[in-house]
């Protein structure tokens, strides 16, 4: 069964950027969707950013549209969310998932379980 750990999370100043990256182990990972959620406390978890699994496709919520870039890596297993021009309201908990087709892997609701995520809180 496939391992997901997402790190790079942190504490950054409105405006800023952090990159955030989701490894992946247990099987061939290359041939999956990927794509990376958010839940702000006290809020359901959402959509942020996907991509296919050859990295050819990708697809964005409205708000990180032209601030978030998604990236994969297939030779290490690892998927990346580059966040710039972050605002206080993507303060969340972000999580990455994968699926077989990028339609799956928008839909928070396709998913049972979740890794532990990592925490990014953009202060004012």
Do not use: H
Not at 49 to 62: F, P, Q, V
Request: proline share 4%; net charge neutral.
């Amino acid at each position: 069964q496939v391992q997901l750990v997402e790190s790079g999370g942190g504490l950054v100043q409105a405006g800023g950027s952090l990159r955030l990256s989701c490894a992946a182990s247990g099987r061939t990972y290359s041939s999956y969707a990927m794509g990376w959620f958010r839940q702000a406390p006290g809020k359901e978890r959402e959509f942020v950013a996907a991509i296919s699994w050859s990295g050819g496709s990708t697809y964005y919520a409205d708000s990180v549209k032209g601030r978030f870039t998604i990236s994969r890596d297939n030779a290490k297993n690892t998927v990346y969310l580059q966040m710039n021009s972050l605002k206080p309201e993507d303060t969340a908990v972000y999580y990455c998932n994968e699926g077989p087709e990028l339609e799956i892997v928008t839909r928070p609701e396709s998913f049972g379980s979740w890794g532990q995520g990592t925490p990014v809180t953009v202060s004012s």
